[in-house]
């Protein structure tokens, strides 16, 4: 145990960074519990990191613009994809989103084979560095989530299955690069799996204090504790989700 460890330079950026997450993935969460599509965050967050593998593959800076574009528009393709599925077999829309998940993940798998530091840098996209992230990179998350945010609450039913991939992918490909698929799962699925016992009124902001939460006595726990953040922040989530749900969750009115 190190109380000493505590470094407000480094721990601010995280946690902002683990507000910036759960922004969109919340709301966004919220209706894929509704829709019955758990798995689409996996599926969609991995196709992203098989983007920025690809892009390194061939040479381009992972955290470059080029290797941005290059995930966003597979998350895209991907959401393009799951859009003629869910159209076209809605029955079993859940089954190919794990397919497609366990397609993408094995994908990258190959594309690092023979690459020294392969293993390294897909432990970071799964795990994420959410120690090390920058205000600039914050920044222009915020940007992204600003305007996904809006889309979400102007548009609201009228915004149609492909919108509803399209503005996922945009989320989660930026939070990926953050915090890394285990948490990008994490933030989505849990506060609202948590607070599904909520009234629609309440529900949105209980799920938000679960994530905040979460987060706040991970990163602590990590930082005392010496361990690493993503993994152990996955597990505050899911302990603070079930307390919440076990003794606070009121009747649905």
Same mark, same amino acid.
């Given at each position: 145990?190190?109380?000493?460890?505590?470094?407000?330079?480094?721990?601010?950026?995280?946690?902002?960074?683990?507000?910036?997450?759960?922004?969109?993935?919340?709301?966004?969460?919220?209706?894929?519990?509704?829709?019955?599509?758990?798995?689409?965050?996996?599926?969609?967050?991995?196709?992203?990191?098989?983007?920025?593998?690809?892009?390194?593959?061939? =040479?381009?800076?992972?955290?470059?613009?080029? $290797?941005? !574009?290059?995930? +966003?528009?597979?998350? %895209?393709?991907? @959401?393009? /994809?799951?859009?003629?599925?869910?159209?076209?077999?809605?029955?079993?829309?859940?089954?190919?989103?794990?397919?497609?998940?366990?397609?993408?993940?094995?994908?990258?798998?190959?594309?690092?084979?023979?690459?020294?530091?392969?293993?390294?840098?897909?432990?970071?996209?799964?795990?994420?560095?959410?120690?090390?992230?920058?205000?600039?990179?914050?920044?222009?998350?915020?940007?992204?989530?600003?305007?996904?945010?809006?889309?979400?609450?102007?548009?609201?039913?009228?915004?149609?299955?492909?919108?509803?991939? =399209?503005?996922?992918?945009?989320?989660?490909? $930026?939070? !990926?690069?953050? +915090?890394?698929?285990? %948490?990008?799962? @994490?933030? /989505?699925?849990?506060?609202?799996?948590?607070?599904?016992?909520?009234?629609?009124?309440?529900?949105?902001?209980?799920?938000?204090?679960?994530?905040?939460?979460?987060?706040?006595?991970?990163?602590?726990?990590?930082?005392?504790?010496?361990?690493?953040?993503?993994?152990?922040?996955?597990?505050?989530?899911?302990?603070?989700?079930?307390?919440?749900?076990?003794?606070?969750?009121?009747?649905?009115?």
């Amino acid at each position: 145990m190190n109380l000493d460890a505590f470094n407000l330079s480094i721990l601010v950026p995280a946690f902002l960074a683990g507000l910036l997450v759960l922004s969109t993935h919340v709301p966004l969460g919220i209706q894929v519990l509704s829709r019955g599509i758990v798995f689409i965050d996996l599926a969609i967050a991995q196709i992203a990191t098989l983007g920025v593998i690809a892009a390194d593959r061939v =040479g381009f800076e992972p955290q470059g613009w080029v $290797a941005q !574009v290059i995930a +966003v528009t597979a998350a %895209l393709l991907g @959401a393009a /994809l799951l859009t003629w599925t869910e159209k076209r077999w809605p029955e079993i829309q859940e089954a190919l989103i794990g397919v497609l998940f366990a397609l993408a993940a094995s994908g990258g798998m190959i594309l690092v084979a023979n690459n020294p530091h392969g293993g390294e840098h897909l432990q970071e996209l799964l795990s994420g560095q959410i120690l090390w992230v920058s205000y600039t990179q914050l920044l222009s998350v915020a940007c992204l989530n600003a305007a996904i945010l809006g889309l979400w609450f102007w548009l609201g039913s009228r915004i149609g299955r492909f919108g509803f991939y =399209g503005l996922f992918a945009f989320a989660v490909t $930026a939070s !990926v690069q953050l +915090v890394g698929v285990y %948490l990008v799962f @994490a933030s /989505l699925i849990v506060p609202a799996l948590a607070c599904r016992g909520y009234s629609p009124r309440r529900r949105l902001v209980a799920a938000y204090a679960v994530g905040a939460a979460g987060y706040a006595l991970g990163l602590g726990l990590s930082t005392i504790f010496d361990l690493p953040s993503g993994p152990v922040v996955v597990w505050t989530l899911a302990l603070v989700g079930m307390a919440v749900h076990r003794f606070k969750s009121p009747p649905v009115e």
